[in-house]
């Protein structure tokens, strides 16, 4: 998925004749901390942050006269969504720019949007377990945490690693295609994996709530 598919039609623009009250107006319509300044050929002139506006004295006068504030976030139309989320991450914005490698404004990308789009990828949408490993980073291969778990006949829909806040160690966390991990749990500790989180129904323990819940039942009988 590429930042042109990710445009969303909940960010507004505004030109550089347009002043100050008219940016604030719609940063709070649109609960935006930034706008895209357009200029008459369509070009991104940069974006206009609410902490800029903040330090202006006269809200009247015409965003051009200001412009020495506006601040680059944008991302190329082919860049992936990753660097859409890094950049988007690292801006503190609410939205960024999408441009041509000419700088021409294609549209752009609210935080509220990207985060749909992120909710419906099929590492949140499918069902399964979740479990988090704690290694140290000379440690980690992706190849031996695959085999373990599809040696319980289970897949990996997705994960994703961050930092420990010791700096040697790492956190990989698994989206896994089964409900009940107790399998893959026991045969991780096997090869002597850390869990520093596991998330998911254990069927045992349903097991024997069942057979509790047919009991209470009998004996109401």
């Not at 690292?90 to 789009?117: D, P, R, T, W």
Request: charged share 25%.
């Amino acid at each position: 998925m590429i930042a042109k598919e990710l445009i969303s039609d909940d960010v507004p623009e505004i030109s550089p004749s347009d002043n100050g009250q008219k940016a604030s107006t719609l940063m709070d319509e649109f609960r935006m901390t930034h706008l895209p300044v357009i200029n008459g050929q369509n070009q991104l002139l940069g974006m206009l942050s609410e902490s800029a506006l903040f330090d202006v004295d006269d809200w009247d006068a015409p965003v051009e006269s200001y412009k020495s504030t506006l601040v680059d976030i944008s991302v190329k139309e082919n860049d992936h969504i990753f660097t859409v989320i890094k950049q988007m991450g690292e801006s503190n914005s609410s939205c960024i720019a999408v441009v041509s490698e000419k700088k021409q404004f294609i549209g752009a990308i609210s935080i509220y949007h990207l985060m749909k789009i992120i909710s419906q990828l099929a590492l949140f949408q499918d069902h399964g377990g979740i479990l988090e490993l704690e290694m140290n980073i000379i440690d980690y291969s992706l190849s031996e945490i695959a085999n373990i778990v599809e040696s319980n006949n289970a897949k990996i829909l997705g994960m994703y690693i961050r930092n420990h806040p010791d700096s040697r160690k790492i956190h990989v966390a698994l989206k896994i295609n089964k409900s009940d991990l107790s399998a893959v749990v026991q045969t991780f500790e096997r090869y002597e994996y850390t869990i520093a989180a596991r998330f998911y129904q254990n069927n045992e323990n349903d097991d024997l709530q069942n057979r509790y819940d047919n009991l209470m039942n009998y004996l109401n009988i």
